[in-house]
């Protein structure tokens, strides 16, 4: 995928979606065939060396948020820095920009738990930029949203990958959504069917 695509995978429940974006992510390795990410190919690499490249050159969006509920805004935020052994007090300017560009600047210090569903997302967004990923790995982003908050997760999302210059590759079964995209990918029973 060249740099600076958004590309959105479409297909039935069942159809391997998921399946995908966990090999793109090295999450899982393919039972054959390879997969290749930043030049690398993944089969290749120990499970630490595919956690490392994860972790400097992906950033992962889900449909179920997984912040931590015991940690602030800003900390879930900043969590992806802390886990690679960084200092959050250097990453501070990053993650004022983030919540402020997805208007949350005003509740970095609130616990995350009193944030709204698309507040929240909003939240895993942040953290799954914070690092600047080459590839963004969205599954289901506005699955547990209303149409409206859907809708403006989507965009959001869309805008700051396109400012950040990273490629987004997102599942959804929002046709309006998929529309979004620069291209649309249609999978069918583990079967990738490409323009």
Not at 50 to 78: M, W
Not at 145 to 174: F, I, K, N, P
Request: a neutral charge; aromatic letters at 4%.
């Amino acid at each position: 995928m060249p740099a600076g695509r958004r590309i959105a995978v479409v297909g039935r429940s069942g159809s391997g979606k998921s399946t995908l974006l966990h090999l793109a992510a090295g999450i899982d390795l393919p039972s054959q065939g390879e997969v290749e990410v930043a030049g690398r190919r993944l089969g290749d690499l120990s499970d630490r060396a595919r956690t490392l490249l994860r972790r400097e050159t992906i950033g992962l969006v889900f449909q179920f948020f997984h912040l931590l509920p015991q940690l602030s805004v800003r900390d879930n935020v900043a969590l992806p820095e802390l886990i690679a052994g960084g200092r959050v007090a250097a990453l501070e300017p990053r993650v004022r920009e983030l919540l402020g560009r997805v208007g949350l600047a005003d509740r970095a210090g609130d616990p995350v738990q009193a944030l709204s569903g698309g507040e929240q997302q909003r939240v895993a967004i942040c953290r799954a930029l914070v690092r600047r990923p080459r590839l963004l790995l969205a599954d289901e982003p506005t699955g547990n949203l209303d149409d409206a908050s859907g809708r403006g997760v989507m965009e959001l999302m869309l805008a700051l990958v396109a400012e950040e210059g990273g490629t987004l590759l997102y599942v959804t079964h929002s046709r309006e959504f998929a529309a979004l995209a620069d291209e649309t990918w249609q999978l069918q029973s583990g079967t990738l069917a490409r323009p």
